[in-house]
């Protein structure tokens, strides 16, 4: 929680800093371009992460199996539910209003600017390298990778912190973040509610179909506390290992490092692809801090809206909903 004060420090003060500079806007373009770097160094640092964590490389078995079908069902839950949402309530792709056609054409010219398979492969490159640097590169520079793990954790952390930043500032820049926050309404509930159900729901249909086909899959309260962690992967497999949990503890590390690492990778594409609110549930607890940004340039500027407000449910869902599906 420290951590989300600090990242959410450093947003609000960047953006009223750019506050006081939108007279000079056309000298801060660069941002943008400067935003996409740091984008692309963070996920080369999590790539690395990942490929020199012995307990991500060691786990690619029965378990990691498990993760990754978790994972596609969760995701795949979270956008179904948020997909029949926002039908319901008559919103369009972009998560505007189907009347208001002229708004709508605007920002398809705006959202389609620097969005799609272009950037999506970008950061699915930087992954890849990262963590083929982190399995085969890294063992050979530090001897103890727990050391590694460590400071490059803080790496992570200033990195996060500076891209914040750059988002904080191109909100203020822009300067109509609160017009946003009024503009979305009542939908701006109803669409994180959905993200989180689908997830639960479809993780416990993953569980009853895995029953059929593993002797040793996990349990329905066993799968649905796994996809509960909803990307938060310090925290959540420390609760279920803690409790007990053990195979349930191990898959939910995998399933939330996958979860976080496909909204880094597939936000821009899923916005331009399917719609930018179904984008924003990718991430799970990432929406409201590492995948912000991408939000922010990936989709319209309503939209941060939406991927904070999902992102916030999801983090306090986390501590609630896993803590009551290991205590029953």
Request: proline fraction near 2%.
């Amino acid at each position: 929680m420290a951590l989300l004060a600090l990242y959410w420090g450093i947003m609000i003060v960047s953006y009223v800093i750019a506050s006081k500079l939108r007279d000079k806007k056309e000298k801060f373009a660069f941002t943008e371009e400067l935003t996409n770097i740091v984008i692309y160094l963070i996920v080369l640092l999590m790539g690395l992460r990942m490929g020199s964590n012995e307990e991500v490389t060691s786990s690619l078995g029965t378990i990691g199996v498990q993760s990754v079908i978790i994972t596609i069902f969760t995701v795949a839950g979270s956008m179904g539910f948020v997909f029949v949402a926002r039908k319901l309530m008559k919103l369009d792709k972009q998560g505007m209003s189907l009347n208001d056609a002229a708004a709508v054409a605007e920002e398809k010219e705006e959202g389609e600017n620097g969005s799609g398979l272009r950037f999506t492969l970008m950061i699915l490159i930087f992954v890849v390298a990262g963590m083929l640097l982190g399995y085969f590169g890294i063992p050979a520079l530090y001897d103890d990778l727990n050391y590694f793990q460590d400071i490059s954790g803080d790496w992570l952390v200033v990195g996060i912190c500076v891209l914040l930043g750059l988002a904080g500032f191109n909100l203020g820049i822009a300067g109509n973040i609160f017009e946003h926050f009024k503009g979305v309404g009542y939908t701006v509930a109803v669409i994180p509610v959905a993200a989180v159900a689908g997830s639960f729901i479809l993780a416990a249909l993953y569980s009853l179909i895995a029953s059929i086909f593993m002797d040793d899959g996990l349990s329905v309260r066993e799968a649905v506390a796994v996809s509960a962690g909803f990307g938060w992967y310090t925290f959540a497999p420390g609760l279920l290992s803690e409790a007990g949990f053990e195979v349930a503890g191990a898959v939910s590390f995998m399933h939330n490092v996958i979860r976080e690492t496909l909204g880094l990778v597939l936000i821009p594409l899923i916005a331009k692809k399917v719609g930018y609110l179904e984008a924003v549930c990718v991430p799970g607890v990432a929406a409201m801090d590492v995948c912000l940004p991408l939000v922010e340039r990936s989709c319209r500027k309503e939209t941060v809206v939406y991927s904070f407000c999902t992102g916030a449910l999801m983090c306090v869902s986390v501590p609630v909903v896993v803590t009551l599906c290991i205590g029953g």
